[in-house]
């Protein structure tokens, strides 16, 4: 059991925008940055949006990232079928004083 | 140019300790605000935090498994070393190190992993 809660899975069509969630607490999201990851298999995660809504270089303006309170949100517009992958979100908890990843969630473009 | 590698066994057998070593170039572990975190994923799970280092031979450590793994660096050498003690089947995973950020979390470079299989 993750300390940060995602939806397992989403799905949307090609060309359609998606928004998935991650839900945490005072200790980890309502008071910490926020990074976003996307992980195909059998490659390293690729982070897409840090200190919730920053995006590194390379990283295309489909994505975007926000914040509200202890939840976090990854947008995705102008879905692809190169977009199908799972998502992970992470940030510092400070009561634990480590940090956590969200469980995963698997999008499908259909 | 940032990169990072993990190496190590890729069998291990249970009860035995195991330590992965991360070799990384582009950067240094004796500059302020740099960190090394070790990161997992047993095969169809999520990704797993395990522990991190800093510049200052600050750690922290997953609370889960706290009593069985250790950090350390070779700030010299370019080198982050995880310890872990007592593997278990469960232990069987993919592990990754990372570069930290400062806010908390893995930046954007990270090693290939290593895949390692714990059975007898």
């Known amino acids: 059991q993750s300390v940060l809660t995602q939806p397992p899975s989403v799905s949307a069509a090609p060309g359609q925008k998606v928004t998935i969630s991650c839900s945490g607490s005072?200790?980890?999201?309502?008071?910490?940055?926020v990074s976003w990851f996307q992980h195909l298999p059998g490659t390293a995660p690729k982070l897409l949006i840090y200190?919730?809504?920053k995006r590194p270089s390379g990283i295309p303006d489909r994505f975007s990232g926000s914040k509200s309170g202890t939840s976090a949100t990854l947008g995705i517009t102008g879905l692809q079928t190169g977009d199908e992958a799972d998502y992970y979100c992470?940030?510092?908890?400070?009561?634990?004083?480590?940090?956590?990843f969200g469980g995963g969630t698997r999008l499908t473009v259909l | 140019q940032i990169t990072l590698k993990e190496s190590g066994p890729t069998l291990v057998k249970p009860t035995q300790t195991l330590t992965l070593t991360c070799s990384f170039s582009?950067?240094?572990?004796?500059?302020?605000?740099?960190?090394v975190a070790w990161i997992r994923q047993p095969p169809g799970k999520a990704l797993e935090w395990l522990a991190v280092?800093?510049?200052?031979?600050?750690?922290r450590y997953s609370p889960s498994l706290k009593s069985r793994i250790t950090i350390t660096k070779d700030a010299s050498k370019s080198l982050v070393v995880l310890t872990m003690t007592n593997v278990d089947p469960v232990d069987t995973a993919t592990y990754y190190c990372?570069?930290?950020?400062?806010?908390?979390?893995?930046?954007?470079?990270w090693g290939q992993g290593i895949l390692v299989t714990v059975s007898s």
């Open positions: 992470a940030t510092w908890d400070t009561n634990l004083s480590a940090g956590v």
């Open positions: 990372a570069q930290w950020i400062p806010s908390g979390t893995p930046g954007e470079h």
């Open positions: 582009g950067f240094s572990l004796s500059t302020p605000s740099v960190a």
């Open positions: 280092i800093f510049w200052d031979d600050d750690k």
């Open positions: 005072s200790s980890n999201i309502g008071n910490n940055y």
């Open positions: 200190d919730i809504n």
